[in-house]
């Protein structure tokens, strides 16, 4: 298994922006499809985006337009920019990785600890 530590969260106004980064270990992590998802308590954990190891991306429809998954494999790290941010995007964030694509977070086996994004209004 890949192990996974993210960064980047925080506190931000309302239309604000911040950039989420995923580090990975290990030397095959470009053969990974990853992704983000959030969960805020009491609520089962959604999916945002996913990246395949081709890097095609796909977004989650409440944050296309705002969210950008990327990744660069030479550093290992999964990036999500995100733009126009809303109060609803309070979450606690995780980036995850399988091999395979896909977008139900139960299909993932690798997780990092999350860091949390607080969005002010």
């Known amino acids: 298994q890949v192990q996974l530590v993210e960064s980047g969260g925080g506190l931000v106004q309302a239309g604000g922006s911040l950039r989420l980064s995923c580090a990975a270990s290990g030397r095959t992590f470009s053969f990974y499809s990853m992704g983000w998802f959030r969960q805020v308590p009491g609520k089962e954990r959604e999916f945002v985006a996913g990246i395949r190891s081709g890097g095609s991306t796909f977004h989650g429809d409440s944050v296309k337009g705002r969210f950008t998954i990327s990744r660069g494999n030479a550093k290992n790290t999964v990036y999500l920019q995100m733009n126009s941010l809303k109060p609803e995007d309070t979450a606690v964030y995780y980036c995850?990785?399988?091999?395979?694509?896909?977008?139900?977070?139960?299909?993932?086996?690798?997780w990092g600890q999350g860091t949390q994004v607080t969005v002010s209004s």
């Open positions: 995850a990785a399988r091999v395979g694509y896909s977008s139900n977070w139960t299909d993932f086996g690798s």
